[in-house]
Structures are given as structure tokens and as C-alpha cells.
């Protein structure tokens, strides 16, 4: 690890909203402490650490710098401006996948809905970062309810990563809103490690614990 300055790290966290008209959204359950956990120990750890967050209700981790978002483009837009002054990314950010075609500036009367939604893909941020990637090591986070290992093997591959953390969001005490996680951590090399059930600020201590290897 470089003694000259420390470890940059960019992570991402909490999940983001694609709204149809100004009071109606496409979101997730994510509430962000994942990914605060991470922020809050990786500057503990002396680390720089800026933290781009979708909406959430938790409080600020003191010490890292904090950028808002809402959307996924907004995230997207922000990860890129940050990510080129990082060592590490880690994304944990439960970005929505989907957004209505039609969005509507004005609330949309019940008498106009049409019910039925055409969606189209929001851009998959890790994957647009991964391209432009020189030396960061990049660890992204896979939320499945089944076929843990074969779904996070496939985004490691096809995001190419350096470390994929999944989790069973499925599982009774772990995952989204709750302040316990339970977590598989998975590298190039495939021997993966296990973590948890535990709070989430020592899963983050063992996943930067783990990652910390491989910063150069
Ligand atoms: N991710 C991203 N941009 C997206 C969707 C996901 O950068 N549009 C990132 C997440 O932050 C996470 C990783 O990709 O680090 C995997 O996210 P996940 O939601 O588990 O999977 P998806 O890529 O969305 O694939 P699927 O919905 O098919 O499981």
C-alpha cells in the first residue's frame, strides 16, 4: 500500500429513485447503512473517502465528503466525476435498473393514468466505470434472492470487478433495511470468504479488512 498519501475511496450507497411525475417513483428497499458502514469505517481506517448517496434517512458519516443524488444518472454523472481521483470504488448502491419511457412534469390525474408502463434500462454505472478503470480496484455488491454464488460470479465477470459482495436480500436479518448483514465476498481467484451474520459496521471492517490486499 502507498505510504505517500492515503487510499482514495469512492463508494456508493443507498438506493435511487426514477420518478414517473413529481410525486411518483420506481425505487428499492435499500436504506443505505451498507454502504455508510463502508464510508464510516474506510475513514476510520485513515482512508479518503467521498460518499455519493441516493436518498436515505440515515444521519452523515462524520469525516468523509458527501454528494446527494437521486437518480441513476445522477449517480452515474457523479461516480464519473469522482471516480478518475480514486484508489478503490466500492459500490454498493442499489441503483434502479428501470425507468418509466413517459415522465410527466405536472402530477398525473388517476383519470389520465394510462396503467400500464413501458420501462426502459437505466445505464449500468459499474459497468461504464469498469471501462474507463486504470488502476482501481473495483468491488461491487450483488443483491439476489437466489443462486448466490452463480448470479455474483456472473457480475464479476461481466462488470469486471476485483471483488463482488453478495448477499441473500431474501435472508431474515440481513440485508436491505437491517442493521445486520450477512455477506459471501468473491475475487478473481474464487476463494471466497464468508462473512456475518454480524452488524454492519464489522461486515465493513471485514470487507476493507479483505479488499486492503489488494490496494496498490
Ligand atoms: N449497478 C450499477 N448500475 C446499475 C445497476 C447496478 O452500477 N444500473 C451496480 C450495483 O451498485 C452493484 C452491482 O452493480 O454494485 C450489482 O447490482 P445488482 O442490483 O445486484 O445487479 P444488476 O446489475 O442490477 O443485475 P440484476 O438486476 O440482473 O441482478
Redesign the pocket.
Known amino acids: 500500500m502507498s505510504t505517500s498519501r492515503p487510499t482514495r475511496c469512492l463508494i456508493?450507497a443507498g438506493p435511487?429513485r426514477e420518478f414517473i411525475d413529481p410525486v411518483r417513483f420506481i425505487s428499492n428497499p435499500s436504506s443505505g447503512k451498507m454502504g455508510y458502514a463502508l464510508a464510516q469505517a474506510a475513514h476510520n481506517r485513515g482512508w479518503e473517502v467521498t460518499l455519493i448517496s441516493g436518498p436515505v434517512q440515515i444521519k452523515e458519516p462524520e469525516g468523509p465528503s458527501c454528494v446527494h443524488v437521486i437518480s441513476?444518472q445522477e449517480?452515474?454523472d457523479a461516480?464519473h466525476q469522482h471516480f478518475q481521483n480514486c484508489d478503490v470504488l466500492i459500490?454498493?448502491?442499489?441503483?434502479?435498473?428501470m425507468r418509466s419511457k413517459m415522465t410527466f412534469s405536472q402530477k398525473q390525474k388517476k383519470k389520465d393514468i394510462s396503467w400500464t408502463l413501458e420501462f426502459e434500462?437505466?445505464?449500468?454505472?459499474?459497468?461504464?466505470?469498469s471501462i474507463r478503470k486504470k488502476n482501481q480496484l473495483m468491488?461491487?455488491?450483488?443483491?439476489?434472492t437466489q443462486n448466490l454464488e452463480e448470479?455474483?460470479l456472473r457480475?464479476l465477470e461481466?462488470?469486471d470487478?476485483d471483488y463482488?459482495?453478495?448477499n441473500d436480500v431474501s435472508e431474515k436479518g440481513a440485508g436491505f433495511e437491517s442493521d445486520h448483514n450477512h455477506v459471501h465476498i468473491y475475487g478473481k481467484t474464487k476463494d471466497a470468504i464468508q462473512l456475518g451474520p454480524s452488524p454492519k459496521i464489522k461486515i465493513a471492517e471485514g470487507i476493507l479488512d479483505h479488499i486492503a490486499k489488494s490496494v496498490t
Do not use: N, P, R
Open positions: 456508493t435511487t441513476g449517480m452515474h461516480c459500490m454498493t448502491a442499489a441503483v434502479t435498473d434500462q437505466v445505464v449500468d454505472i459499474l459497468k461504464s466505470l468491488v461491487g455488491f450483488a443483491a439476489e448470479y455474483a457480475k461481466e462488470k470487478l463482488i459482495v453478495a
